[in-house]
């Protein structure tokens, strides 16, 4: 659990994400007090329930990615869905509780991951051993036993543990020079198809195929097939084989659902697309229908996983949505109560767009100019260009769909399409981009407003 202070997190959020201090400074505060919690005496820890977010604002302003930065910044388990996607008790579609069921598998694959690299290097030697027992012939059984030390082989020649062990570690040094990269060994490999059972049900039943699989696969006998497989092909197969033995899963699922329900933090997105507006009919019953399920998991309730009960009461929901034909309140008043943070996220102008191009660690002008460095073409953009790319994408949004920064990434495509259609066959391998360059490749599209909707 990350102890960093709520100014700390938003330096750190500011290396990603330009403006929307306001969102910035609340979700801070919600990470802060999750540290401040687990200080807590036990009596009262339990009792402190997170203060969950609705962050409001048109697509492209930052919701997602300062939700996302924020995860990674804390190390805590993250899930991101859409609300729209799911559908009331009783409907076909996805259940609600299966982004708690998605999380902590998401959770499990991860630490699960993290245990293999753990164990990688001790794998690797037992991956070693057994490659060796490939390579070297099966020593014949001995028919008179001389000595502890000798035997002999049914030529009659004396065979020593020595020679063998000799044998075995050249054998090892040219295994780990790549010496023997090129031959072949019969790999032994569990046989993991199955017949494919499909299952037609209701919502709250995605996760049956995949019990039914683990049961039938605990019951049905392993089959194995016999591949012929390269030595380092081999050698990763078996790695992996032997990490995956090594790994205390137990442990792992444990530590799994403690993580996700301490630190757990879902996105919801489109909250906005399930809100209905009093007295509506039809399709608007559904919607509130999905609030009223959405309810006992944001209150706090426990989900059944293939992998236990866990318990919602302490994850963290970051609600988002544009709300441009309904508002906040129009959410069912039960719902509202439980998303006591909200949050107005601005919209972006021409300023902000010019420190989205240059500023972040990701910025959009690092990532061409690294780009077309692979093909040793150094681009140089002018403050003047820079400028204007902002300006016709704040103009664009105006006069069509605002879909914020997003517009960036469609402008700096049309701007650079030959050069990065070019780029392996240029001469010239120094390319400025002025303002000049700006203008005669968007004056056709902005002279068109048709041609601009369907390009830009």
Request: with cysteine; glycine share 6%.
């Amino acid at each position: 659990m990350s102890d960093l202070k709520p100014i700390e997190i938003v330096r750190a959020l500011d290396k990603y994400i330009i403006g929307q201090d306001k969102a910035k400074k609340s979700v801070s505060i919600a990470l802060r007090n999750r540290w401040r919690r687990r200080q807590v005496g036990e009596e009262l820890r339990d009792e402190i329930a997170p203060k969950n977010i609705i962050l409001i604002g048109p697509t492209g302003v930052g919701k997602t990615e300062i939700a996302r930065r924020l995860a990674r910044l804390a190390d805590s388990p993250f899930f991101k869905v859409e609300a729209s996607k799911f559908t009331e008790v009783g409907y076909v579609g996805r259940d609600v509780e299966s982004m708690i069921r998605d999380l902590t598998q998401l959770t499990v694959n991860e630490l699960r991951r993290a245990e293999a690299d753990a164990v990688k290097e001790k794998a690797q030697k037992i991956a070693e051993e057994r490659i060796l027992d490939l390579l070297l012939p099966k020593t014949l059984e001995p028919k008179t036993i001389k000595s502890e030390e000798e035997t002999l082989d049914d030529s009659g020649n004396t065979v020593s543990e020595a020679d063998k062990n000799s044998t075995r570690e050249k054998l090892r040094i040219m295994l780990l020079k790549g010496k023997l990269d090129e031959r072949y060994v019969d790999l032994d490999v569990s046989d993991k198809s199955m017949p494919v059972v499909e299952i037609f049900s209701s919502a709250g039943m995605e996760e049956m195929g995949v019990n039914m699989k683990d049961m039938l696969g605990n019951l049905l006998p392993k089959n194995t097939k016999r591949r012929k497989v390269k030595v380092p092909e081999a050698m990763e197969m078996v790695a992996q084989e032997e990490a995956q033995g090594l790994i205390d899963m137990d442990k792992v699922v444990k530590k799994a659902i403690e993580k996700v329900e301490q630190s757990g933090i879902i996105f919801l997105d489109e909250i906005d697309k399930v809100a209905s507006k009093a007295g509506g009919q039809g399709p608007d019953v559904s919607r509130e229908g999905v609030q009223r399920d959405l309810l006992p998991i944001v209150e706090g309730c426990a989900v059944t996983t293939k992998y236990g009960p866990v318990k919602t009461d302490h994850i963290l929901f970051i609600a988002s949505g544009a709300f441009h034909a309904c508002k906040p309140s129009d959410l069912i008043p039960e719902l509202q109560g439980r998303f006591p943070i909200r949050v107005g996220l601005d919209s972006l102008g021409a300023k902000e767009f010019v420190r989205i191009l240059v500023e972040p660690k990701n910025a959009l002008i690092l990532q061409y100019t690294e780009l077309l460095a692979t093909e040793d073409i150094e681009i140089v953009f002018k403050e003047n260009a820079i400028s204007e790319i902002a300006r016709v994408a704040e103009d664009v949004n105006n006069r069509t769909e605002n879909i914020g920064a997003r517009r960036l990434h469609t402008l700096m495509e049309c701007l650079l399409e030959d050069i990065l259609f070019k780029a392996p066959d240029l001469e010239n391998k120094h390319v400025v981009i002025d303002k000049k360059y700006v203008d005669d490749k968007f004056s056709d599209i902005r002279k068109d407003e048709d041609l601009s909707r369907f390009i830009l």
